[in-house]
């Protein structure tokens, strides 16, 4: 069983910077890979950004990369999306999700655990 809590999110204006963090319980949240998802009013829920259990191997969507870093802390048990240059398109409820396996996916079906979510406003 995993616990999954987002905190970070919040208004702010286009081109400013947000750390979204994502506390897990659990004993397994080091041996798995962790993702993050967002999802727009009116629209599905989208891959943003992944990393691998050691967080050797992170994969983004092609709109967030280069302005968006996914890390993890396994001592710490928490993962984080660093945002910079924030974007009004980016404007969306952020979740974070725990993967079956070690390996990181895009996929939302290959997460089983996801936290309730946190909102982020970009405002132009």
């Known amino acids: 069983q995993v616990q999954l809590v987002e905190s970070g999110g919040g208004l702010v204006q286009a081109g400013d910077s947000l750390r979204l963090s994502c506390a897990a319980s659990g004993r397994t949240f080091s041996s798995r890979a962790m993702g993050w998802f967002r999802q727009a009013p009116g629209k599905e829920r989208e891959f943003v950004a992944t990393l691998s259990w050691s967080g050797d191997n992170t994969y983004y969507a092609e709109s967030v990369k280069g302005r968006f870093t996914i890390s993890r802390d396994n001592a710490k048990n928490t993962v984080y999306l660093q945002m910079n240059s924030l974007e009004p398109e980016d404007t969306a409820v952020y979740y974070c999700?725990?993967?079956?396996?070690?390996?990181?996916?895009?996929?939302?079906?290959?997460?089983?655990?996801w936290g309730q979510g946190t909102q982020v406003t970009v405002s132009s």
């Open positions: 999700a725990a993967a079956v396996s070690a390996f990181a996916s895009s996929y939302y079906k290959d997460y089983d655990y």
